[in-house]
């Protein structure tokens, strides 16, 4: 009688163990379904969630790091057509994106919100190589403006009457920021307004209704699109800003956002894994067909506007937004990176890196926070041969001339890493480990009942 209650005993252990472990293996869609659903609702943009207190926060310092190519032989370029060489000086740094979005409105019809970004710039001389008054000889603006603008006679007159150069001495908060230009007789620089400005309005979707479209940009400034390119593929504003994207990130599907800084949206592709500060996160760059010629990417053909600079559009590395920024102005990576090799050649004292040079988004896999980035590009303008313009007739070719390149960046720091696994992850990992450890435990009772079983039925035979 003891030996079968012994038994008795056993069976019901193993078919406990069974049952918890079937419990654990059932409560793995259920968990996965609670995990999906906590993560979706702190990723909908909506006050009370995590996703909002991201997106209303401008606590994380954004920094944009700028590295000026300082020429060395103006006079030699001008009076014996000879390659510039560039020296590059740097970084000169500034806080920006510290303000919060402004103007934020909920649209609950159409599940978006709508707000504005200004803008702002704090030069950190703490993270600089030297003075916003440090000068470097750059190209003339106005010269290399009027040089596609004005007619040349045009352009000659002004030059001799302002007794100006193809280059000219300034200082970076000039370059960058603005002077009293002679020949315009206005303000002229390379982000010139800036400070006090905005960028918008945006309205994007908040996910409430769809979390897949959580973050991704609806309109820009009143417009479903832009109206650079004139052609419905390139003037697509697809993509959210890059600051987030929609949960449960596919490492196989690339992410797509809209860049204003460059007029188009662009893609990134998943290239590695990566730990940050204890948290899992996908790091996705800008692939190399990014800008590259037509011929090599077709869906660039849009993009090639001036058939004499991109040489019947075989041009790869660098996009031509004039006509979003009312002047001749060329976009690329740094050190033109990805493209062509003669724009490098033109010019020496250029070293392009992968490293250094391109641009990376590392997103946290599960929610779809961008966590830390860096956005690299190269504000570059083009001069070129004239039988008119003096300082031009020496000449030989068109060139594409860097003057300055940028790193925006910014990443989580300790007290944000902590708090997001604190208040997200930890619950996520809570909830797997309850299913792993129902498993665990079925499986081990499981395990522990059977040779105890095979040990009594051991016994039984030997008495």
Known sequence: MGCCNKLCGLKAGIGAGIAVAILGIILIPVGNNIIRETVTKESVIEPGTTAWDNWVSADTPVYRQFWLFDVQNPQDVVENGSKPKLVEKGPYTYKTRYLPKENITANPENHTISFLLPAGAIFEPSLSVGSEEDSVTSLNLAVAGGYKLFPPWVLEAAIKLN????FQRRTVREILWGYK???????????????????????????KNDISKVSIIDSWQGEKKVSFWNNTYCDMINGTDGSSFSPFLDKKKPLYFFSPDISRSVSAEYERSLNLKGIEVYRFKLPPLTLASPAVNPDNQCFCTDSVVSKNCTLAGVLDISSSRGQPVYISLPHFLHGSPYLVEDVEGLGPSEEHHVTFLDVEP????????AKRLQVNMMYGPSKIITVLKKVKDYTVLPIVWLNETASLDDETADRFKKELLSRVDMLETVQFTLIGLGSAALVLCTVAHCLVSRNNKLV
């Open 181 to 207: 230009d002679p020949i315009l007789k206005g303000t002229l620089g390379l982000f010139f307004p800036y400070n006090g400005t905005y960028d918008g309005p945006y309205s994007v979707f908040t996910g």
């Open 163 to 166: 007794n100006v150069s193809l």
């Open 366 to 373: 599960t929610t779809g926070f961008s966590l830390r980035f």
